[in-house]
Structure formats: C-alpha cells, structure tokens
C-alpha cells in the first residue's frame, strides 16, 4: 500500500514517544471500560453450586430461622460480613466494621390496665386488651388516641391507597382475612394513613379459635418495635384487632359481607368513636444487624454516585419468636430458604462478582444484607435514616427477594414502569439471551409486592428501584421453605441478569430517572 508517511526509523525519538507519554497521561482521568473477556470472568464466579452451598449455610437448621433480633442472626451477619472482607469490599458499617447495628425497644403492656372503649352515642362498651382485643404493633403512644372510625375497603389502589379520605384524627379500620399461617397484612393504606394523620388502626379479622388465643397468649410476652428513629417516624399510633362478632356487635357492620366485596370504598363511621389506653412497661433494648460494604467505583467523577443492592437475610425463626412460624409435625424451624437467603445470597455471589472484574465499575457499588424485612422492614428503615453512603448520591436500589423458585426461565421485577431501569433492564436482558432468563411486570398487582419488601423504603426517599422476586409459593411462611427446593441453576442465572444490569446502571453516563408521575404518587413531599 502506498502511503506518503516516514518509515519510522526516520521520525525523531523524541516525537515518537510523546504520543505514548499523552496516553499514559491521560489513562488515569478517564476509566478503561471492561473487556467482554474482562465481564465474563467474572460472570463466571456465580455458579449454582456456590448459590445453594451459600443458602444452605444461612438457611440451616442450626440458624434456627434468622428471627431478628436473635443470636442466630448475629451468626448469619457475621457471616456475610467475612465473605465481604475476603472478597475486599471497604467496610461501611459501625466503627470500621461491616455490621451496623440499630437498636430493637421491647415493652410489655400491663393487661389489667389496658382497654379499649368504643362509644355509639349514648352507649359505651368496654374491652378488655388481651381478652377481646388483641395488640397487633409493638409502640404504645405516649397518649390514648381518641377518634371516629373510617373503613378502608377492597383491594386498594397501588399508587393511591387512601383515594382521597380524609382520616386525620381517625382510627383507620380494615376487614382482613385470616389464613392458616395468620393474616396478611398489607401496609400500604396503613402507611399512608399514619401518615396522613390517622391516631390508629383497627383491624377486623375472622381468625378461628385456636388462632386467636394464640396471638392474645403474645401479649403477655414482650412486644418488640424498631428504636433509635426520629418520633415522626414511630410515633403512628396503636394497631388492635377485632373479630368479626365483636366488630358486628359494635361498629354496626357485616364484616363477611364486606370482606367478600373486593370493591375500593371510604365508609365513614362518625358515629362511633373509639378511645385505647394502652399500659406500658419497658424492657432493656436489644439491637439487630445490617451488613454493608462498598467497592469503589473507577471513574474520578462517578465513584461519588452509588448503586445499592439489596436483600433481607432474616425470617421467621420458630414458634418461639413470637413472628408467626408454625410447627408442622416434627419440624419447628421456617428456615426461609426462598424467603430470603435466596435474595440476601444473590447479594454476596454478587459482591464476589464484582470484585473479581478489572477494571470496576464508574459507580460505587454498595452491597447489603438487612434485617428485621420480616418485623416491618427494620433494618431498611433505620438504613435511611442513618445512612452509609449519601441517599441523594444513591441512584438505584436493585432489591432481591425469593429468587430461588417458581418458573425456570423468568423473573418477575417489579417497578420497572416507576423508571428508566425498566427499560434498561429490558435492553440488557435482550443482550443476554444466553441466560434464557425474561424479567416480566408485576403479575400480582392485587398482592402489592411493591410495598412489600425493603424496595419500598429506598423508593419512598426518592431513589428508583427494581426489586426482582419469583413471588410467593405453597411453602411461603411454612417449615417447608427448605434448600432443598432452591433451583440454583435458576437462581444463578438470576444473580447474572442482575449483574449485567447492576453494571449497565454503574456505567451509564445518566443517573436513573423516574417517571414523574410514579415520582409524584409514591414520594412523600417534603
């Protein structure tokens, strides 16, 4: 080929090596993008037998269920902790550790002190707390909360909870149904009634016999609530139970007719007004843990910015601690094998991951295990309130939560629609169709996975969020959620997908970006 350049014996040394001298320059202000070759080594270290072999370590019967608080819990995190110090992360939690701790209140109630009074003009009826009544939350206000009743009924809208009732001052009662594991509680319009002004909440149930003498028998044991937090967040006011004969017998209402109609209405009863004195007696605290550690991002600029990944490595410990495990037969211990040493492991083989790619990630990555997700997301909550990294500079939580079941070729993510992630995700997974693996939208909306898990929490102080889960399953809350029902090819493939979305977020040039809508329904404002 003919060229007019001089053969390079012929270019002075000097201006030969200047070109090389700017580029050595230059290496360090701009990080390398990763190889292919660079990602897939690293890719390669989530293996279905690291997955299981991980799940079978903290969902084994020595770790009695992971109930938070419990010494058994404090195992598991130290744990998870030393895999994050082997594997190099900068440790984010208490005094140069990875563990932070936040503090776990405990109070008993004096019951031949405690009642509820429920008036119906002229007329009052007196219940006994612990005979008639049951304590469904662990804070007592420092008040007793006086107020009419408004009932919140049917399915709830996601987005708008309360569709414009006006509780402020009201007690907030919903009819709930009682399955075999207990009754489902649903957060949402509770949250957003709380917060709206609401002084309780009064919960309607059909629980048989056995289980409500069950729960009563609780209350003569401690009740435990997340402490350390500003008195906005915690002070929300008692939540007590009914049944349904003694809701009928008072409010004037037919629960079972009410329950059956799944149809959003605001039913204001402001002719009954319900007073609680609740009689405290505090116990010594004890504390609980969360696991955090970073690795760095490599870009100058961006390692300022953070990427949190996120699953909870708690469960329902036994009938002993008093969260709603059940005995079946000879076993006695909800080992959460799915729920959620699946989504916590994800974490871990992810940190492993990252920390074997060169170069790393523009955005630092922060990884964490949370506790007390079972006990109304503790340790989340207390996350953001004390956070590790700055919550302005965290631009996506990618929360895992029971990955380990269900189909073998799909994951359900939910709030992809709620942001830009969603359509990222949607991009990178098309990318990977190796993994044979489709995140689809959430198929249970009726079931408000969205409010459901730690996701929430990140998403309600403005950082967008993906929170990826297989959903729920027969053994969901049962003895039965054991390792030896984890499909770890599944999950791995999983923990993969999240991995090259994780990376796609770490280097883009744009922060996530919610949409404005979603932004405007499930941000608090300020």
């Avoid at 072999?53 to 995190?77: F, K, N, Y």
């Avoid at 409010?451 to 049962?478: C, E, M, W």
């Amino acid at each position: 080929m003919k060229t007019n350049a001089k053969p390079e014996a012929l270019v002075p040394f000097r201006a030969r090596i200047r070109p090389l001298a700017l580029c050595a320059l230059l290496l360090p202000a701009a990080a390398v993008a990763q190889t292919a070759a660079a990602v897939q080594r690293a890719v390669r270290t989530i293996t279905p037998a690291d997955v299981v072999h991980r799940i079978g370590v903290i969902a084994d019967d020595s770790m009695l269920g992971r109930a938070t608080p419990s010494p058994q819990l404090e195992q598991v995190a130290r744990y998870i902790a030393g895999e994050f110090k082997r594997f190099g992360l900068k440790p984010l939690g208490d005094s140069g550790t990875f563990i932070q701790h936040y503090p776990v209140a405990r109070q008993q109630i004096d019951l031949t002190k405690s009642v509820m009074t429920i008036a119906t003009g002229a007329s009052a009826t007196t219940f006994r707390i612990g005979t008639d009544v049951s304590l469904m939350n662990g804070r007592l206000p420092p008040t007793d909360p006086t107020g009419h009743v408004v009932l919140l009924l049917g399915v709830r809208d996601t987005l708008n909870p309360l569709a414009g009732a006006d509780v402020k001052g009201a007690w907030v009662a919903l009819v709930l149904t009682a399955f075999e594991q207990g009754v489902l509680v649903d957060r949402r319009p509770i949250n957003a009634a709380l917060q709206a002004g609401a002084v309780g909440v009064l919960l309607i149930t059909n629980r048989p016999d056995a289980q409500w003498q069950t729960r009563l028998g609780r209350l003569h044991g401690e009740a435990q609530y997340l402490g350390g937090m500003p008195v906005s967040l915690t002070d929300e006011g008692p939540w007590l139970e009914i049944r349904d004969a003694t809701a009928a017998s008072v409010l004037g209402i037919d629960p079972a007719a009410l329950r059956a109609d799944q149809t959003p209405s605001v039913r204001r009863l402001d002719a009954v007004t319900i007073t609680a004195h609740l009689e405290p007696v505090a116990l010594a605290p004890l504390r609980a843990p969360n696991v955090i550690g970073m690795l760095e991002g490599s870009d100058p600029t961006l390692k300022s910015e953070y990427v949190l990944l996120t699953g909870h490595m708690d469960h329902l410990g036994t009938p002993g601690s008093g969260q709603g495990c059940v005995a079946k037969g000879a076993d006695s211990i909800c080992n959460g094998a799915d729920d959620d040493a699946s989504g916590s492991i994800g974490v871990v083989e992810l940190a492993q991951a990252f920390t074997q790619l060169t170069p790393r990630p523009k955005r630092s990555l922060v990884f964490m295990t949370v506790s007390g997700e079972e006990r109304g997301l503790w340790g989340s909550t207390y996350y953001v309130e004390h956070p590790a990294v700055p919550l302005a500079q965290t631009v996506a939580d990618l929360n895992t939560d029971m990955i380990g079941r269900n189909w073998a070729d799909s994951i359900v993510v939910i709030g992809k629609e709620h942001s830009d992630l969603g359509a990222t995700l949607n991009r990178v997974s098309a990318e990977h169709s190796e993994l044979h693996m489709k995140p689809t939208d959430d198929i249970w909306p009726e079931e408000n996975f969205f409010a459901r898990s730690d996701q929430i929490t990140f998403a309600r102080k403005g950082i967008p969020i993906l929170f990826f889960t297989n959903g729920v399953h027969p053994d969901y809350h049962q003895v039965s959620d054991e390792v030896s029902k984890i499909d770890g090819e599944k999950e791995s493939r999983i923990i993969k997908l999240d991995f090259y979305m994780t990376l796609a977020v770490a280097n883009a040039a744009a922060r996530p970006k919610w949409n404005p809508a979603s932004y405007e329904k499930i941000v608090p404002k300020k």
